[in-house]
């Protein structure tokens, strides 16, 4: 992507926001909101108390629709309000060609495309949530880049990977209803192969836990920032194994990750540039066009797949087709929002 008109400023790795900072307590609540909800999964467990899954979806839907859904749009305006015209032009066009090009392999290879959604999930857990350590947590612990790598995989790794193995049948169920979206059929081999696949995950997740941690403390000698690391790890791992899978997923991203990305934009907002481009008519404008693109998206899909509730009723059918949805704007969310936006991107710190 072409240069913008802001240059690049590394961030700092042990970069700290103040301890009385607004930044600071979002960071706080979204660890008391989900330590709560994790004490909360254990605590049913023990004394064998379920929740329906009615209730999990309505959760899901109320967390991922109503609360979640208007962060994702704002990351992008955010991040291109402060850029010229033309370069915000050429972003909409690389997105939208993303975005088709993800639709597209859906039709042709749904259960390819769904493994490459659920890898851009992990990846924005984890990465964005890197960055929210660059900005608040400080990150000595993490000084090259495989360590950092590791650490993205880690965090991105308990949204999606921790799920499948606490929450397997649930897991395979809506995996199913979301191939079946695009017209696939047959079980999924995830369903037929099972616990080779749980045995090959686990291993790899816990020693890439076990290897990011221990890593970590040798470098920094169990600094603050890597207590800080091994706690929020311990948490989100506990939090998506005792928390019912669907409830978890739809409270973890406006719980933890949009309130720690607003977090971020928080504390980074003094080193942030001025508008140069957009009056305040415009960004309104331009937030109000965002909802209804967002949403004529939706639609557009919703009429172009041949089998839009997958087979299931219509509570899980819509939470399928929701969530396939926004696993199809993530990719271009990740890639073009940062990864080909080398001076700033959706998650950057100065």
């Not at 090959?200 to 603050?224: D, E, P």
């Amino acid at each position: 992507m072409p240069a913008s008109s802001t240059a690049t400023v590394p961030h700092s790795s042990t970069r700290r926001a103040p301890a009385q900072s607004p930044a600071t307590a979002a960071v706080w609540a979204s660890r008391i909101t989900l330590g709560a909800l994790a004490l909360g999964g254990i605590g049913a467990s023990l004394f064998n108390v379920s929740l329906s899954m009615q209730a999990q979806m309505v959760g899901y839907l109320i967390g991922m629709v109503a609360l979640n859904l208007p962060h994702g749009g704002y990351e992008h305006f955010e991040n291109l309000r402060h850029r010229r015209v033309s370069f915000s032009l050429r972003y909409i066009a690389l997105y939208l060609t993303f975005l088709a090009a993800f639709v597209g392999f859906f039709f042709v290879a749904p259960v390819a495309a769904l493994g490459l959604a659920f890898s851009t999930a992990v990846v924005k857990g984890g990465h964005g949530g890197l960055k929210v350590m660059d900005a608040l947590c400080g990150t000595d612990h993490l000084p090259s880049q495989w360590q950092r790598g590791l650490a993205a995989f880690v965090r991105g790794g308990a949204v999606m990977l921790v799920p499948l193995l606490a929450w397997p049948g649930i897991y395979i169920g809506f995996s199913t209803y979301m191939v079946q979206i695009f017209g696939a059929t047959g079980p999924l081999p995830l369903a037929t192969h099972l616990s080779t696949v749980q045995a090959a995950v686990g291993s790899v997740y816990g020693l890439a836990v076990a290897v990011h941690l221990g890593a970590g403390f040798v470098q920094s000698g169990g600094s603050a920032a890597w207590r800080t690391d091994l706690a929020e790890t311990a948490l989100l791992i506990a939090y998506f194994t005792f928390v019912p899978m669907m409830l978890a997923v739809g409270l973890y991203f406006p719980l933890w990750y949009t309130l720690r990305q607003t977090a971020r934009t928080t504390a980074i907002a003094p080193d942030t540039p001025a508008p140069d481009r957009l009056s305040l008519p415009r960004t309104w404008a331009a937030m109000v066009v965002g909802a209804l693109v967002t949403f004529g998206l939706m639609a557009a899909l919703y009429a172009l797949v041949p089998n839009p509730m997958g087979g299931a009723s219509l509570l899980a059918g819509a939470v399928s087709f929701y969530t396939v949805f926004v696993c199809i704007l993530a990719l271009p969310h990740i890639v073009v929002g940062d990864w080909l936006d080398q001076a700033r991107g959706i998650w950057y710190v100065p």
